[in-house]
């Protein structure tokens, strides 16, 4: 009876092992239409309207402009970037990250054929020739050119007070096999500020 009943217990493990496993990621970014209790209401960049259940517990952050100035050596940091004809990367943007953000430098869907690299600043150049940040991580570091204009921010933190009609959003975000919407976690525009990944 016992080693029925174990079987069952991995059994219904494996089961919820491969639901979760059978979720979808998804990054949306796009303009608040409506918030009802739980049920956010968002027209995505791409036209899309797109229901997303939040969860009881959503974090909410907002989105603040920092300058330049106030990166420090050492800050965790993302950065989406696009290659330059001779190969630099240029920042379409600089954001700090939360420390549980795994590092690296990967493929992103900002723009085509954009990249996101998470790391720590290694050192950071101003200068008559423009503005330069190196970032550093496990496997490696990129040197990231930051033209004047680049938004910079820092998500701060917001309450679900601040997930109005007409505020823009991003949100990491999972889609299950039945096409519903999950979200633990959104950053929002605030004072015309907006998250820029």
């Known amino acids: 009876m016992n080693k029925l009943r174990i079987a069952s217990f991995f059994s219904a493990l494996a089961l ?23 049920v956010l209401a968002v027209k995505s960049r791409d036209g899309k309207d797109l229901t997303i259940h939040l969860a009881d517990n959503v974090g909410v952050t907002v989105a603040k402009a920092i300058k330049f100035e106030d990166i420090k050596q050492g800050d965790y940091v993302g950065s989406t970037t696009m290659k330059r004809a001779d190969g630099a990367l240029v920042a379409v943007e600089v954001h700090y990250l939360p ?17 996101m690299t998470n790391a720590n600043v290694a050192t950071i150049v101003k200068g008559a020739s423009g503005r330069e ?19 910079i921010v820092r998500a701060v933190p917001g309450s679900r007070a601040d997930l109005v009609p007409g505020e823009y959003v ?18 929002v525009s605030k004072d015309g500020v907006k998250p820029p990944m």
């Open 170 to 187: 991003w949100l990491p975000a999972q889609v299950a096999p039945d096409g519903k919407i999950t979200a633990p976690r959104v950053q």
């Open 133 to 151: 940040l190196t970032l550093q991580y496990k496997d490696g570091a990129q040197k990231i050119l930051v033209p004047e204009g680049t938004p």
């Open 99 to 115: 420390p549980t953000a795994p590092a690296g430098h990967i493929p992103w869907d900002l723009q085509p054929g954009s990249m």
């Open 16 to 38: 919820v092992s491969a639901v979760a496993d059978a979720q979808t990621p998804l990054r949306v970014r796009g303009t608040i239409a409506k918030l009802d209790g739980n």
